[in-house]
């Protein structure tokens, strides 16, 4: 299946000179939704995972069902003021901007394996931010793993000391 052919183009959003590539049009398609998430398990199914870190919000809507299908747990990792107990924060800089991450501070136990999933790739710099959170909490990333891969924006390269999984790369 053509994942890519499912993903809508969104021009000048979320401000002018953007291009925002919109997943929600293949999660909505419950054949293309299935075979995304079914992808993303098959390249971690072998591999001994504790937990799947989500990335606010779509990365919830990815990684959620990968932890369940791989056996794991899952913890979500929101924007600033969203979690009800002690965090840790993270800054970090967009391709359009800044925000900050947070991720509660019991979440991961020292040593535990983690995955890192979101629904995109473009710089770097969110899935960066939540790797340096997981590594401060004592876990272990064994993959950063995504549905869509901007290339151009060469996010891989922040991500360097990781393995990086993408299904579509556009």
Do not use: W
Request: proline share 4%; with cysteine; hydrophobic share 45%.
């Amino acid at each position: 299946m053509d994942l890519a052919s499912y993903i809508r183009n969104i021009p000048d959003f979320p401000r002018p000179g953007i291009q925002f590539k919109d997943v929600t049009t293949l999660l909505k398609e419950k054949d293309a939704f299935r075979v995304a998430i079914d992808q993303l398990v098959e390249i971690f199914r072998k591999e001994s995972l504790d937990l799947v870190v989500g990335i606010e919000a779509r990365g919830f809507i990815v990684g959620a069902p990968v932890a369940y299908l791989l056996h794991c747990g899952f913890v979500p990792v929101r924007k600033k003021g969203k979690l009800p107990a002690a965090t840790l924060a993270k800054t970090y800089t967009l391709e359009y901007g800044s925000a900050t991450l947070e991720i509660h501070r019991d979440a991961i136990t020292r040593g535990q394996r983690v995955l890192v999933v979101d629904d995109l790739l473009a710089t770097g710099g969110t899935t960066k931010a939540v790797c340096e959170m997981v590594e401060e909490l004592g876990g272990n990333i064994v993959a950063v793993s995504f549905v869509i891969e901007l290339e151009a924006l060469r996010g891989r390269d922040k991500l360097s000391r990781y393995p990086v999984y993408s299904l579509v790369k556009l």
